[in-house]
């Protein structure tokens, strides 16, 4: 029993540590921005500080398929808190999020660092923020979306949204599904899903208590859509392959994996 508090502190200092060095590092970035008068791409520094976060609170990533070569509007299934800090250390990119994220204790600073397009949701919002998604993509920074709209306890999809993904038809860039899972003991793991009225501090300090969870991550093909296209026919597509790629996560199928370059996976960090 003594190893869990341990844990939990180490991996909270360690955090700690890398927290500090992205703020001084996103210090930096907007004294530069400042004296220079022009505006710095954070995609890459951001996904540099989310990857070290995922590291620091000791998530074993492993990762199969080919990172986009190209700007992409990226869907994924939808489990918990941190596919933002380990999605966003896999990808450069910028997420949509609920506009309650930005008041999450660190997770919503990063979030927020990195760009994040949040949003209201209801009241008519879903054509503005289409317009605000189609606009970032226009200009070359690939946008994370969770069309399912929630989070799930990660053992299933739930049925896509498609009202965003039509952002990828207005801005001429392709759709990039992507499968997440946690597992545990070779099982899917029960501590991971942030569901129902659960609070990020309570469930952040669960999981860092325990050991390490193993974080399993499938980038399948890019799909391009037209204006011609059926697309709810093509969103039910998309979520076939998320379904089905989280299926394979949990079966196994495929381990121990690969980096996004194809290469054999590097040594886990996590602990």
Known sequence: MLMRPLRLTSRLTLFGVALLFCAALASVITVFETITR????????????????????????????????TTALIVSNHISWSDIPILGGVVPLRFLSKIEVRRWP????????????????????????RDQITETLSHGESVLVFPEGTTTVGITVLPFHNRLLAAAVSAGVPVQPISIGYRRDQHPDPLAPFVGDDQFEKHLVRMLREPAVQVDIILHAPVYLTADDDLPAKVQELHTTVRQGLADIHRGAGQPGTQPDGQPPRPHLGT
Request: glycine share 14%.
């Open 106 to 129: 660190v997770i919503g600073w990063l979030a927020e660092q990195a760009g994040t397009l949040f949003i209201r949701r209801g009241g008519g919002q879903a054509h503005a923020t």
């Open 38 to 69: 022009r505006s710095v791409g954070r995609a890459p520094f951001a996904r540099f500080c989310f990857a070290l976060a995922s590291r620091c609170l000791g998530f074993r990533v492993t990762i199969r398929g080919q990172r986009p070569d």
